[in-house]
Every structure is written in C-alpha cells, then in structure tokens.
C-alpha cells in the first residue's frame, strides 16, 4: 500500500531531509524503498538488504540509533557493512493497527552531519515519530478509503442485481441512487445515470418513498400504483428511513410488480402438486419420454434432462421428485442463467456469518442445503461458470458442502436432476463445462421431443390451455376454428409448449366471438406469414443453408480457425461461406 502513497510519502521525506538537514529513506515492509532524498533518491523501487537495520526494526517495531555504522553490534549481521560510507542513522517504524508498514531512516556522511545528529538526537526522534505518525495516518485514510469504495461498488452491484426495483432518495427528495429494475418498473426512458438529483416528485408525484419522508413514517408491502396518461403499474413497495444521529437523512424504496407476484403464486399453486399425469401427450416420442421418467423416479440416480427451451423440463423434473421417495421432502430449483455469477456461489452453497460485506449476521444456508432429503434441481445447468462446476462436482462425488467463508463440511442427502437447453458435448469440446461433471450428471439421460416432432398433442394441448384461460379470464370461448388450427399444425413452434400457451393465453384475452380465430392469433407469431407448408422452394432452402452453417460454426467455432474447417466440411471456399454469412 504505502507503494500506492509514493507521491505522498515523497513529498514527507523532502520535508524531513530539508527539516533536519539529512538524507532520507523510506522502505515498505517488503523493504521495498517508497522515498528517498540525495543518494538514495536514485534507489527508489530498489530493496534494501534482508539483513539490514530496516529488516530489524520491521521485526522489533522499535527505533534503532547507529552511531557508528559498519562497526555498532547492530551492523554485524548486515550483508555490505564493509561498504557501508553512513556515518550516523536514526530508523524509526511506521506502525499502522500494531504492525510496522514501513520504516523511515535518516542518514549523516561525514562527521559534521554525525555531530549535529548525534547532539539533536532526541529532537529528532521526536520528530521522526510524528512524521512515521503522519505517515500512518495516511496509511489508514488510504484503506479506509479504498474499503469504502469497494463496499459502495459491492452495494452498487448488488442494488443493480436484485430482482426488485430499488430507489433511494435524501432527505430533500431527491433521487440517490436507482437500479435498473426500478426504471424499469417506472417505465422511465432517462439513461440511469441522468436520474440522481432529479426531484422523485418530478417522476412520481404521488409515492410513498416521498410521502415517507414527509410523514417520517415507514411503510411494509403496501400497494401502490405507478401512473401517467399512457403507462400503469401496480407496485408491491416497502419504504425504510435512513436514519442518522436520530435525523433522517433519507429513504430507501423496494418495489415488486404485482403482476410478478401473481404470477408467481399462479406458477407455484400449479406447479406444486405436479405428477405425470399432469404431463399432456401420446406421441409417441413423448410417451417414450414420459416412460422413461417414470421408470428412473423411483430410483435416487441422478438425471440430465435435455431438449430444447419451452419443451417442459421443470416439469418433468417435479414429476419425478413427486413420483419419488424423496416426495415429502423439498424441491428446491435454480436457474444457473438467471442469477449473476458474484451472487450464484452463495445461493447454491450459503455463506457463513461475515463471510462478505452485507452477509446477514446469522449466515445462510444455500439452496443444495435446503433441499435436503429431497431434489435439488439445476436449471440451464450449461451456463454455470467453470469455477463453480468444480464446486458441483465435488458435491456430486462426497454429498457434502462447505458454506462460502465457512471451513465446516456440512453432510447433504439431495437427489440431483440437471437440465439444460444446450449441447453439452459440444459446450465439453469449446472448454466450456467440464467432462467429468457431465459424466456425474449424465447418469439417466432423458431427452424431450420439442413440439414440432409431436404434432399430433397439439390438438389436445390447445384444448387444454383454452379451459384453463377461460377460467382465469371468465371467457366462454368454445374451441378454434378451422383456420386456426391449421396454423397452430403448420407453425414450427421455435419456442414450444411454452410459446404454444402463451400464444393461447393471448388469443383468449383478445378472442371475441365464441370461437378463437387465427385473426386474434397471428400478430403473436414470429411469423405471420404462414407455416412451413407456406415457405416457397428458395426461402427453404436458404433456412436450411442458414442452419447448416450455424451448426458447424458451432461445432468448429466462429474464428478464422473455425471458420475455415466449416467451409471445408460444407465443400465451399471460404469466400462464398463469408459472402453468405454477410446475408
């Protein structure tokens, strides 16, 4: 540190040498010399001997007088007292929280540099200690200052990271900090960083963040609503005052949509209960699917699970667990692409009280932890950092796990079921998951049809969410008509089961007649211009070109390299795979 503060520790050895009229140096506790004047200002970012009287005072933390360098007992042990020419020198520690940081040492050449030190010595010991404090002080204003700024850009992030809007004002009002949800939520255009000072009642006349402030009361998950002539939001907001020396300073604001939450409580009532008789479909690749599954619930073997988005595989996953022994028992799941990676070691593994900035007091224990005796289940497993599948692996291989900053194995008993959207063989190839933990995962392989491989469970998945959204939107809506159904056989269903509700949750809102026409549809589609049996020979051939490129780049890799076995393994120059990759 005291390296960083060079210019500074400078500039007092340039007051010291023109104080007491002496050459000085100034040494790290690496030995490391930060400061120097006459001769051993060309020494600066040079080490002084391990043996020297620094190395001593580092270990003693004690000032040390030689009066007769090269000859004193204390010299006896150092490595060039034959070619020492110092006369006199005074060393004296910095000490920063009971350690010595540094030493500062003055130095005489000649006999009448040594009388004059040798006659003020205890002037300038004096002396030296309030400059060795000085420095000192510095020292700690420099970590503190430093602590601080990593404290506030952790909080920075953390604010900007966490699923709920989060706006602070100061006691006048005015915008402190805002993350992105919160813009978000409010519906603002303004770049964040243009917020901070804007008056909250600019924006929002009619907050409860301001009327806190006003009222100097708190507020607990109370409703409130976001509105301008053109944009409405319903908030779920928490207001805490910032308090100082018993005045308050400012106010801090959560906000949740409540649209979220009803969701979520949609999602989580549904869900819960969940078997395979739940699981709509007779094709016959879903009904080998499903089979499969059936037979492995049983069992506490782990399973992969794979196919492509939107094709139910969270739901397969509860489906076994409620099949399972471990039924009674919790299913906890996380999504390993929908939690930033700084945040996603301690809400696998938990963390141990203190173990980082803002960790609650009490510790907390990760979501493996909280599964336990039941499933845990690892959603878009493929896009775990590499640091962390090391972590996995280990608990796949000893069933224990270590809280971050804790030092205590504590013994898991979980069932493991992975799912991913991803090739992971390919993503192994790309150096991008390890093999080993694909090995450990890919125990029971289960691969899910997508849709466009089933059609034959369309019909019946269309019934299916159609009952189920006229309930929720007390709609009488009878079936589809002709027209629409045709499309929903034809469409490629890029998104699946999934685009497939939501496509049906979309006509329902906005159907009209007794029955759900491809009118009320067609503007949620990726396109509306028809289904496969629409496209004409050149646009089919063109997709397909689109693809088969896209999966060799994706085997082989998007550079130069990779680029060049692409066209080879196509049969076509490079030049031409360049010109259709342009289109």
Partial sequence: MLKKLNTDIQQVAEAIAATLEANVTIVDNNLHRVAGTGPYLEMIQKKAPQDSAFAKVLKTKETIVIENPGFDSGCQDCSVKERCVETYEICTPIIWQGEAIG????FAFDQSQKKAMAEKKNQYLNFLHK?????ASRFGEAVLYEELTAKNDELAAVIQNVHQGVLCLDSQGRIGQINAKARQLLGLKEPLGNLPGV?????????????????????????????TPHYRRGLLSTIRLIRQNNTIVGAVGTFTDLDDIQRSAVRVREHNDFTFDDLIGASGSFAKAKKRACQVAGHDSTVLITGESGTGKELFARAIHNAGSRSEYPFIGINCSAIPESLLESELFGYEPGAFTGADKKGKPGKI?????????LDEIGDMPLFLQAKLLRVLQERRITRVGGIRAIDIDVRIIAATNKNLEDLIDKKMFREDLYYRLNVIP?????????KEDIPVFIEFFLKIYNTRFQKKILGFTPDAIDFFLRYSWPGNVRELENIVEYGTSFAEGDYMEFDDIKDRFRSCEG???DKSLRERVAEYERRAIKECLDKYGWDDEGKKKAADVLKMSRATLYRKLSQ
């Fill in 103 to 106: 030493v500062i040492g003055i």
């Fill in 131 to 135: 400059m060795a404090a000085l420095i």
């Fill in 199 to 227: 008056s909250l009642k600019n924006i929002w006349p009619k907050a409860l963040l301001s009327r806190a402030l006003e009222e100097k009361q708190e507020f607990v998950d109370k409703e409130e609503y976001f509105e």
């Fill in 369 to 377: 932890q909280l599964a336990h005796k039941g499933t845990f289940f």
């Fill in 446 to 454: 289960l691969k899910l049809p997508p849709l466009r491989e089933r």
């Fill in 531 to 533: 289904g496969e049996g």
